[in-house]
């Protein structure tokens, strides 16, 4: 599969009904489509600092995996972002060991990202993946966007469709109920 660069574009402040942020990944060159990746607090408040070089009076846990990779001779050549599934995206880290050896380890995509801003590794996501969800409907001034359903978890469906009851948008309450719906049925283990 084709893998597409991306680099860190923007954080939006807090979501509104959540304590969540809209990170949002863009393609380096090319059609310069973007990603939006839903992250909690603590993930922005790591990604943040890592796109500052702030360096902490001691070892954060990103920056201690560093260092214990390089006493080890190990080091990280890409982070692919392979899968999206209700909210949540899945990456693959390649590690080189100090034998020559590859190894591919999975890593949550917030811990991919600052260690590939920390590390200075590239980012990649696989082209269809980002075809299928990058942002659609960006306004002029690019403050507002359209995310697909995939890339929103439960709790943030379930406001939404909350939202969209009180605003009287019933179709749009419907769809995300259904979306619900499916997804507790496929946690369930009924198909």
């Not at 590390?119 to 306004?139: C, H, K, M, T």
Request: aromatic share 8%; proline share 3%; no cysteine.
């Amino acid at each position: 599969m084709k893998e597409i660069e991306l680099k860190v574009l923007d954080m939006s402040s807090v979501l509104k009904p959540s304590d969540s942020f809209a990170l949002v990944l863009e393609e380096v060159g090319g059609r310069e489509r973007k990603l939006a990746l839903i992250i909690g607090a603590m993930e922005a408040q790591g990604i943040r600092m890592a796109k500052m070089h702030y360096k902490p009076p001691r070892p954060f846990t990103h920056e201690l995996m560093l260092s214990i990779m390089q006493a080890g001779r190990i080091w990280l050549e890409k982070g692919v972002i392979y899968e999206v599934k209700d909210g949540i995206y899945y990456t693959y880290l390649y590690v080189r060991r100090f034998d020559g050896e590859l190894e591919i380890v999975d890593a949550r995509t917030s811990d991919a990202i600052v260690l590939s801003l920390r590390a200075g590794f590239p980012l990649y996501v696989y082209e269809d993946l980002l075809e299928r969800e990058q942002l659609r409907n960006i306004s002029s001034n690019g403050l507002k966007y359209t995310v697909t359903i995939n890339s929103v978890d439960m709790e943030m469906l379930k406001k939404a469709m909350e939202e969209a009851v009180a605003s009287e948008d019933y179709e749009r309450a419907s769809l995300l109920r259904d979306e619900i719906r499916r997804r507790e049925q496929e946690e369930k283990g009924e198909h």
